[in-house]
């Protein structure tokens, strides 16, 4: 049995993967990973493969069980892996509470990693896996501090894994996007310390441009050219100025709003 695994897929850019992937390809089932079980069954509903919803809180290392004793009961050939699960917050370091940044490194980083290992025994040749990372994977982010250190991880984690499986013929690809229309403004944003986004983009062309990246033979797939000059910038700058900017940034859309409500 092929099969697609998909995290994240109750919104947003996991959600747009396992639309896509099913248009580009045939697979005997595609199991869709996220907490929020009546998005993932309405998802099934609405797709004409056999999606199959598995409600896990990847936080939780039980969830990682789960869906290992799982694979071991059906022995499927994972022929993709999208780990798209994960969430941010935008504050001040100590803004936040410090459940909230544990529960963040469980999510964004641990459980990729995890989700990684328990599914790699699965996958052959032409295997591929997507890990959403972030343009803060790039630099270091002021007031999304924690965030983009997961996300540096995930950059760092997919790149060296990319070069070790090559020798099994399973491909790595880290996909790394700028600001993307999806629920994740919701839960990153609790105070306005980051309200400016230059460009927004859309899941659909992130995932399309991913894909793409994926067929190229590329390991990090970047979407969009003020995306990819930030990246250039984060290459040749400082980051200390990189920094500076970004904080700059932010604080004179700040002002510009105070000016604006007078
Ligand atoms: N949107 C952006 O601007 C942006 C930019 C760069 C990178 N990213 C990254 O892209 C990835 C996808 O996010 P998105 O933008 O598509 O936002 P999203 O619509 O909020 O999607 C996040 C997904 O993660 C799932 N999730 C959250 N907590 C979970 C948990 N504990 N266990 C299992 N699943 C969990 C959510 O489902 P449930 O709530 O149902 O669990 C949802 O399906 C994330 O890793 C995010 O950090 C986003």
Redesign the pocket.
Known sequence: MKIAVV?????????EFVKLLAEKEAFDEIWV????KD??DALAASMSVPVIPLA?????KD?ILTYQKLLEEQNPEVAVLVN?????KFGAFTSISLDEYE?MID??AK?LISMTYVTLPYMKKGGRIYN?????SFQPVPYINV?GAT?ALVLSFSRALNVELSERGIRVLAV????????????AAHDDTVSYYNR?FE?RDVVLRALRDMEKGKDVSVLGFSVRMQVLATKLLPHRLVMKVWVNQQKKKKNTEKIARG
């Open positions: 995290t994240g897929a109750s919104s947003g850019m996991g959600q990973i996220a907490r929020r998005r993932l896990l809180d990847l936080s939780q969830s798209g699960s994960g969430f941010g529960n999510l964004n459980a959403i990372d972030s343009l803060s965030y996300k790394g996007p700028g600001w993307v229309n999806t629920e994740c403004f919701k839960r927004i899941p």
